[in-house]
C-alpha cells in the first residue's frame, strides 16, 4: 500500500524558532499533499493544500506567513513553523494523493513550543 | 455551517458486540464521497471504509460495514464482533466533487469508541 512518513515524529523547539516538519510518500509520487492541524480531543482541520511545483492554497484563517509550506517535489511537502508560540503546540499529520480521491495520511508530528 | 456531523462524543461497547457510529452530512454537490477512518491513541489516521455518493451498494470492508441512507444523508460506521483493539478515536469525512487527488476532506468531531471486556 501507499506509504507517507513524517519527520519528525516529535519536536519540542523554544518560543521565537522555527520548526521544519517533513512529508515524504514513500512508494508514490503525490500530486497533491494536504497539511492538518490537530489539537488534543478535537478533530483534523485542514491547513492549507499543495501542489507540486505551485504554492499552497491555504484555508481561511491560516496565516501563510506563519506557517510555511514547500512542495518541492511529487515524494516531499514540507511545513515550516515560523516564529513558534505555545499556542502552535499540535500534532501535525499530513496527507498525499495521487490520481484518486483517496489520501494516504502520515503517522503525524506533535510539536511542543516551550 | 457543519458539514459533517458526529453526535456521540462517546460510545462503549462490549466485545464481540456490535456497534454503530453515527454521521450525517450536509452538501449540495451530487459527487461526494465518504470516509471512515480509525485514530487510535498513537495518532495514526487508519482508513476504514469508502462510500461514493454513486455506489449502489453500501460498503463493506471486514467487520466494517458503511449503512449508507443517501435520502437521510447518513453515513454510519457499523462494526460488528468488537474487539479491544477497536478501541480509538473515530472520524467520519467527507470530500466533494469529482473523484480527483485535489479533493478536500472534511472531517467530523469524532467519536471515542470504548470497547469493554
Known amino acids: 500500500g501507499a506509504v507517507v512518513s513524517q519527520h519528525p515524529s516529535w519536536v519540542i523547539c523554544k518560543s521565537g524558532t522555527s520548526v521544519k516538519i517533513e512529508c515524504r510518500s514513500l512508494?508514490?509520487?503525490?500530486?497533491?499533499m494536504f497539511w492538518y492541524r490537530q489539537f488534543p480531543k478535537q478533530s483534523l482541520m485542514l491547513m492549507a493544500t499543495?501542489?507540486?511545483?505551485?504554492?499552497?492554497?491555504?484555508e481561511q484563517g491560516v496565516e501563510k506567513d506563519k506557517f510555511l509550506i514547500n512542495h518541492a517535489s511529487l515524494t516531499l511537502s514540507t511545513l515550516t513553523v515560523t516564529s513558534a508560540h505555545p499556542e502552535d503546540s499540535s500534532f501535525y499529520i499530513c496527507s498525499a494523493s495521487w490520481a484518486t480521491y483517496e489520501q494516504y495520511f502520515g503517522p503525524g508530528t506533535r510539536l511542543t513550543v516551550t | 455551517a457543519q458539514k459533517i456531523t458526529q453526535t456521540q462524543p462517546g460510545m462503549f461497547v462490549q466485545e464481540k458486540e456490535a456497534v454503530t457510529l453515527d454521521c450525517t452530512y450536509d452538501?449540495?454537490?451530487?459527487?461526494?464521497?465518504l470516509f471512515w477512518y480509525k485514530q487510535p491513541s498513537s495518532g495514526e489516521m487508519i482508513f476504514l471504509i469508502y462510500?461514493?455518493?454513486?455506489?449502489?451498494q453500501n460498503a463493506t470492508e471486514g467487520r466494517y460495514s458503511l449503512n449508507f441512507q443517501k435520502a437521510r444523508k447518513s453515513a454510519n460506521l457499523v462494526i460488528s464482533a468488537s474487539q479491544l483493539g477497536d478501541s480509538a478515536m473515530y472520524f467520519c469525512a467527507m470530500r466533494e466533487g469529482g473523484e480527483t487527488s485535489g479533493s478536500r476532506l472534511t472531517f467530523g468531531e469524532g467519536t471515542q469508541l470504548t470497547v469493554n471486556p
Open positions: 499543495s501542489n507540486e511545483g505551485s504554492k499552497a492554497t491555504y
Open positions: 462510500q461514493g455518493s454513486y455506489d449502489q
Open positions: 452538501t449540495s454537490d451530487p459527487s461526494y464521497g
Open positions: 512508494d508514490f509520487q503525490a500530486t497533491t
